[in-house]
């Protein structure tokens, strides 16, 4: 393999990466505040791609379609938090999974019921069109504005949760919700907060998404799949662990796909096998 | 003058019934011991009265008002801190951030009141970049104390600061105690008779969830018929 072939490879398995981040990292921060395994993540993943090119079209500024979709989506897990999850903290774990499979079903039909059940294409905008030279080799101009917002929202995160108060408290309140309150916060307003967040990131990597593959109704159930072995991967509850993980599915995809082809489809799960077998608690996993 | 007052007060948790009834008074600027055996109730009575596991009838007074029905993240803000019994330092955040996030209002640890800390303390200055997960049994106990010290609260509640602790940190427990007693009022739950009758005011012995006896910690000290029958000294 050439030097060349070899960074353009890195760079699309690093997008890709970013792209699994993006799907994941919401998830992943919701558990390991809340507790709770939100199933609906896939189908809030699809809201965001199909909310996002819907407003980007709509709007005709591609900008203002994102923010306004991906803060939508916040919106709705934040309301799901105020007026559901809270009922069932500290209760059976069973009724979160119904309550979020119970979402799923209404989110996805919601979503064939507005745009239908068919596959949709969808159209760069003109600036994500192309490619560009880097180190002798040309590289998507799409692939490298995902590398750029998944940095961009990375660093975002590292500095929202390392440098804030708000960032102390989730870091606290991971750890000890009850030593939190006696501290005098009021941690279900972050619990909402954080909500938001996490809908947010859904969001954001569908939008992503969404340019690669195009729409489908199905998008929702298969990213579900992919973002529950990055968490398991990761080390359920571990943020950082997901983070992690996100990244080397996305080297693991785009090597294996490199050299075995045949076998791309499972690279996850070759990945999965293999951490679990020698970390059965996932990489940053402690339980 | 009280600046805590309980009555009658029970707490269930997960459908045991853990308090049965406690009343017992806390008074202004004295240091007030709670003592018993394992399982007496102490400590549920500090969360209690810190809202952590809310009384389910009876009433708790701070400063003359009733607070038995406020919520847990709202008892802080009246003037109240807790050292709870695990010492709960985050163990992800430094030990610096774990006391930044004791700060109630502003956003910094005033000068003068950080000043108050490491002069009780004087370790700590050398911890702040440290994470809590890195820090001693003992070291931990301090940063807990020290971070219930952030706000300049009235009522310090302090449940078995020397649980754990090596004879040489226990002194230097007493020592903190004993100089921090002379701005604030503290409730203390302690198994170490010797330590606690050593700073304490008044006491109050608990068994099977209620109070089985109180008055000044020199007629315990002096009594042990008392010390042998509640706390098997």
Same mark, same amino acid.
Request: proline share 3%.
């Given at each position: 393999?050439t030097?060349?072939?070899?960074?353009?490879?890195? +760079?699309?398995?690093?997008?890709?990466?970013?792209? !699994?981040?993006?799907?994941?990292?919401?998830?992943? +921060?919701?558990?390991?505040?809340?507790?709770?395994?939100n199933?609906?993540?896939?189908?809030?993943?699809?809201?965001?791609?199909?909310l996002?090119?819907?407003?980007?079209?709509a709007?005709?500024?591609?900008?203002l379609?994102?923010?306004?979709?991906?803060?939508?989506?916040?919106?709705?897990?934040?309301?799901?938090?105020?007026?559901?999850?809270?009922?069932?903290?500290?209760?059976?774990?069973?009724?979160?999974?119904?309550?979020?499979f119970?979402?799923?079903?209404?989110?996805?039909?919601?979503?064939?019921?507005?745009?239908?059940?068919?596959?949709?294409? =969808?159209?760069?905008?003109?600036?994500?069109?192309?490619?560009?030279?880097?180190?002798?080799?040309?590289?998507a101009?799409?692939?490298?504005?995902?590398?750029?917002?998944?940095?961009?929202?990375?660093?975002?995160?590292?500095?929202?949760?390392?440098?804030?108060?708000?960032?102390?408290?989730?870091?606290?309140?991971?750890?000890?919700?009850?030593? =939190?309150?006696?501290?005098?916060?009021?941690?279900?307003? =972050?619990?909402?907060?954080?909500?938001?967040?996490?809908?947010?990131?859904?969001?954001?990597?569908?939008?992503?998404?969404? !340019?690669?593959?195009?729409?489908?109704?199905?998008?929702?159930?298969?990213?579900?799949?992919?973002?529950?072995?990055?968490?398991?991967v990761?080390?359920?509850?571990?943020?950082?662990?997901?983070?992690?993980?996100?990244?080397?599915?996305?080297?693991?995809?785009?090597?294996?796909?490199?050299?075995?082809?045949e076998?791309?489809?499972?690279?996850?799960?070759?990945?999965?096998?293999?951490? +679990?077998?020698?970390?059965?608690?996932?990489? +940053?996993?402690? =339980? | 003058?009280?600046?805590?007052?309980?009555?009658?007060?029970?707490?269930?948790?997960?459908?045991?019934?853990?308090?049965?009834?406690?009343?017992?008074?806390? %008074?202004?600027?004295?240091?007030?011991?709670?003592?018993?055996?394992?399982?007496?109730? #102490?400590?549920? $009575?500090?969360? $209690?009265?810190?809202?952590?596991?809310?009384?389910?009838?009876?009433?708790?007074?701070?400063?003359?008002?009733?607070?038995?029905?406020?919520?847990?993240?709202?008892?802080?803000?009246?003037?109240?801190?807790?050292?709870?019994?695990?010492?709960?330092?985050?163990?992800?955040?430094?030990?610096? %951030?774990?006391?930044?996030?004791?700060?109630? #209002?502003? #956003?910094?640890?005033?000068?003068?009141?950080?000043?108050?800390?490491?002069?009780?303390?004087?370790?700590?200055?050398?911890?702040?970049?440290? #994470?809590?997960?890195?820090?001693?049994g003992?070291?931990?106990?301090?940063? &807990?104390?020290?971070?219930?010290?952030?706000? %300049?609260?009235?009522?310090?509640?302090?449940?078995?600061?020397?649980?754990?602790?090596?004879?040489?940190?226990?002194?230097?427990?007493?020592?903190?105690?004993?100089?921090?007693?002379?701005?604030?009022?503290?409730?203390?739950?302690?198994?170490?008779?010797?330590?606690?009758?050593?700073? &304490?005011?008044?006491?109050?012995?608990?068994?099977?969830?209620?109070?089985?006896?109180?008055?000044?910690?020199?007629?315990?000290?002096?009594?042990e018929?008392?010390?042998?029958?509640?706390?098997?000294?």
């Amino acid at each position: 393999m050439t030097s060349q072939l070899f960074v353009n490879i890195l +760079l699309s398995a690093l997008s890709l990466g970013v792209i !699994y981040f993006l799907l994941s990292s919401g998830f992943a +921060l919701v558990f390991s505040l809340l507790r709770v395994s939100n199933f609906s993540h896939g189908s809030l993943i699809m809201w965001g791609a199909y909310l996002g090119v819907y407003l980007v079209e709509a709007f005709s500024n591609f900008t203002l379609g994102l923010v306004v979709s991906v803060v939508i989506v916040g919106f709705f897990l934040a309301l799901v938090e105020y007026f559901l999850f809270r009922r069932l903290y500290g209760g059976n774990p069973l009724f979160e999974l119904l309550l979020t499979f119970g979402l799923i079903f209404i989110l996805d039909e919601a979503v064939k019921l507005v745009w239908g059940a068919a596959l949709i294409p =969808v159209n760069k905008p003109d600036f994500l069109k192309g490619t560009v030279m880097i180190y002798g080799e040309p590289f998507a101009v799409l692939r490298l504005y995902i590398l750029s917002l998944g940095v961009v929202v990375c660093a975002g995160l590292y500095l929202l949760l390392k440098k804030t108060k708000l960032g102390l408290i989730i870091t606290a309140g991971i750890e000890n919700k009850e030593m =939190v309150r006696a501290l005098g916060i009021n941690i279900n307003k =972050v619990f909402t907060f954080v909500c938001w967040l996490g809908g947010f990131l859904a969001g954001l990597g569908g939008f992503a998404l969404a !340019y690669f593959t195009g729409l489908s109704p199905e998008m929702g159930a298969s990213q579900l799949l992919n973002v529950l072995v990055i968490v398991v991967v990761g080390g359920l509850g571990s943020f950082m662990g997901a983070a992690i993980a996100a990244v080397i599915m996305g080297l693991a995809e785009a090597f294996i796909g490199f050299y075995l082809p045949e076998m791309a489809i499972l690279s996850s799960f070759i990945v999965m096998f293999i951490v +679990l077998g020698i970390k059965p608690s996932g990489l +940053l996993g402690e =339980v | 003058m009280n600046i805590l007052e309980m009555y009658d007060v029970h707490t269930y948790i997960a459908g045991f019934h853990i308090l049965e009834g406690v009343t017992l008074t806390a %008074e202004h600027s004295k240091l007030t011991i709670l003592l018993g055996r394992n399982g007496s109730g #102490k400590t549920t $009575t500090i969360k $209690t009265i810190m809202g952590l596991t809310p009384a389910s009838s009876g009433e708790i007074l701070f400063q003359g008002k009733q607070i038995q029905r406020m919520r847990d993240f709202e008892i802080p803000w009246l003037g109240i801190a807790v050292v709870p019994e695990g010492r709960d330092v985050f163990s992800d955040l430094t030990v610096e %951030e774990n006391l930044l996030l004791a700060v109630r #209002k502003g #956003k910094k640890i005033k000068k003068q009141r950080l000043d108050y800390i490491l002069d009780i303390f004087p370790p700590i200055k050398d911890l702040f970049k440290k #994470k809590g997960k890195n820090l001693s049994g003992g070291e931990k106990q301090m940063v &807990a104390v020290a971070r219930a010290l952030v706000n %300049e609260d009235e009522l310090l509640l302090i449940d078995e600061p020397t649980k754990g602790l090596a004879p040489i940190m226990v002194e230097s427990m007493r020592l903190a105690l004993a100089e921090i007693k002379k701005e604030a009022t503290i409730i203390l739950v302690e198994q170490n008779f010797e330590f606690a009758s050593s700073i &304490a005011d008044h006491f109050f012995i608990m068994e099977h969830g209620k109070v089985a006896c109180s008055g000044k910690i020199e007629d315990l000290v002096h009594d042990e018929a008392i010390q042998r029958r509640y706390l098997g000294v």
